[in-house]
């Protein structure tokens, strides 16, 4: 397909007016303040539901009306046509299901008609949710559909078949009031205060720009040139909520936005937070981020090469091809309403000194760019990054974020059977890291966070879930300033390890570390005897016994606690971490 191929569709809305949201109808979802009132008071006798990260995030785009027309989370014919057709039950274009998903027994307590007082983290009722629909998705199949991959490596894979709970809930929501964001707020506006500013601002022909990444020189070129290609004013709008593993924090990309809008021309570029998690759905995705921006009030949305794409599989082979999401938009380009702009990644040509479309490069050009890898690679060594990269501004407050030769925290998290050997293990790598390294070292055995910080913790699923849990907040924090936490717990559960992941990715690498010992091994080096009493049913939930134990699927290293020596085993662990650069040569 070519660069052009989607300009002669014209955008299906009147020159001076801003576009309509998607359906027609922007869909705020918050009730009258004296209605809300009473219905925040009548919350605190209904079940109640604690929402994640990407539910709050979900539930704060329903409400506002960013996800119009939707007017609440997915029922069981909106999910399932979604799924595999990218359309609500009424034909409407949609392509992610937006659901709500909740444990077993949670949902053994409710019924048609039920209402549920959703909260955030600190416990305060944002809306009430009228159950309608309580079904149990095929999350195998949702997988295959919307990702087009089970390959854990994909992080909205990895997120629906290891973290996402059984049952999905469908149903109308009523909002009480936003969640409350202390950071940025006269960024945060909603597509109704959005549109409000457009209109006063004389605005009607917008570009919107989606990013999850800081902002340099090629990104302004590009966005200044799609505005200019299609005589629109530029919204930036970045993604806030939940992004990719690893990504640049929020805070530090903000302030490289803000930093980054002195250079284009006066009156021409807004910035505007979007509290989106992202799926890194590739094709899907850019469909789903053109609908969020028209209902913002954007006429026209620029989709890069790869947009919303997550990288590569565990093969090494990219999950979409660089094409792939204009190719999909293209195909749905009259429906949306909001016109794509297509646009090559910009590169820098030395010899002209000057930046220009990828497509257009002539053959004697001397063609320069610095990769995500090597930019890391410059802050960290603390080396010269080239002006024709990046603006001093912006190159400032990421060397602020990222000091040169700041060491990297990560957690080395072991799983296996009791007996495995993982704590013979962890002892053995602590003693050599501390050989190599001066960085703090934190142990967290199972045993010993049993006895501190799990006191009072049974061994039910959700017991034994909560202690991982617990163990991952406590390395993030770890790694979070830059430490080295050593866990070493049973964590028989995928779900548990893949939150405990999940907390410390947020601030640096997970490595997850799979002591395959064999169960008969393990028995046989039992010095208390608990595998005999677990046999004889003294021991309720002992796992590998009469609990089971969910075998990591990718771990970053699996080793066998029985195939060599406990120093040479952390001999092994030591060369991944210098193969990952996050331990000296």
Not at 79 to 96: A, F, K, M, N
Not at 427 to 450: C, N, Y
Request: proline share 7%; net charge negative; hydrophobic share 40%.
């Amino acid at each position: 397909m070519s660069q052009s191929a989607l300009a002669p569709i014209q955008p299906a809305f009147e020159e001076d007016v801003l576009i309509p949201p998607h359906g027609g109808t922007l869909k705020d979802l918050y009730l009258p303040q004296t209605e809300a009132d009473a219905l925040k008071q009548r919350s605190a006798n209904l079940p109640a539901l604690d929402l994640n990260t990407r539910q709050l995030c979900d539930l704060e785009l329903l409400l506002n009306g960013a996800f119009s027309p939707l007017e609440g989370f997915l029922g069981e014919a909106d999910y399932r046509r979604v799924v595999d057709e990218l359309r609500l039950s009424d034909g409407t274009l949609w392509p992610i299901p937006i659901t709500l998903d909740v444990s077993e027994e949670f949902a053994a307590s409710l019924s048609a008609g039920s209402e549920i007082a959703l909260r955030d983290v600190q416990g305060v009722p944002l809306a009430v949710l009228e159950v309608q629909d309580i079904y149990r998705p095929d999350l195998a199949h949702e997988a295959q559909q919307v990702f087009g991959t089970l390959d854990h490596t994909h992080p909205g894979v990895a997120e629906l078949l290891e973290r996402t709970r059984p049952v999905y809930l469908g149903g109308r929501l009523r909002g009480i009031q936003p969640p409350v964001h202390y950071d940025f707020a006269e960024l945060r506006d909603t597509p109704r205060n959005l549109r409000a500013w457009f209109e006063a601002n004389g605005w009607s022909r917008i570009v919107a720009f989606q990013t999850r990444n800081p902002m340099h020189r090629a990104h302004r070129e590009l966005t200044l040139r799609a505005a200019q290609k299609v005589g629109a004013k530029l919204l930036i709008q970045p993604s806030v909520g939940r992004t990719k593993p690893g990504d640049v924090d929020h805070y530090t990309r903000v302030r490289c936005y803000r930093a980054l809008l002195p250079q284009y021309p006066a009156d021409s570029a807004k910035l505007s937070l979007l509290p989106l998690a992202m799926r890194m759905g590739g094709p899907r995705e850019a469909i789903w981020h053109a609908i969020i921006r028209k209902n913002y009030g954007a006429s026209h949305f620029i989709v890069g090469r790869d947009h919303a794409g997550p990288g590569n599989d565990s093969s090494g082979k990219p999950f979409y091809g660089p094409l792939e999401a204009q190719q999909l938009l293209e195909r749905y380009q009259a429906e949306l309403g909001i016109q794509v702009v297509p646009f090559p990644a910009m590169v820098y040509a030395a010899n002209r000194d000057t930046y220009v479309p990828a497509t257009e490069v002539a053959a004697d050009d001397d063609v320069r760019d610095i990769s995500g890898t090597q930019l890391r690679r410059h802050l960290h060594e603390g080396s010269e990054i080239p002006s024709w990269f990046s603006f001093p501004e912006v190159v400032r407050i990421l060397r602020e974020r990222h000091p040169a030769q700041a060491p990297r925290g990560f957690a080395l998290f072991f799983t296996g059977l009791s007996g495995a050997g993982k704590s013979t293990i962890a002892q053995a790598l602590v003693a050599q890291l501390l050989e190599h390294t001066s960085r703090a070292v934190t142990v967290l055995d199972g045993d010993e966070v049993r006895k501190h910080l799990s006191r009072g913790l049974g061994f039910s699923r959700e017991d034994r879930a909560a202690n991982v849990t617990r163990i991952g907040y406590v390395a993030s924090e770890i790694v979070r300033h830059g430490g080295i936490a050593v866990c070493a717990p049973i964590a028989p559960y995928a779900d548990a390890r893949a939150d405990a992941r999940g907390l410390v990715e947020a601030h640096g690498d997970f490595i997850e570390i799979h002591v395959a010992t064999a169960l008969e091994v393990c028995e046989a080096r039992d010095r208390k005897g608990l595998y005999a009493q677990a046999r004889a049913g003294k021991i309720a939930h002992f796992t590998g016994i009469s609990d089971p134990y969910e075998v990591p699927e990718q771990p970053e290293l699996r080793v066998d606690g029985d195939g060599a020596v406990p120093a040479v085993l952390a001999g092994h662990i030591l060369d991944l971490l210098r193969k990952r650069g996050l331990l000296a040569v």
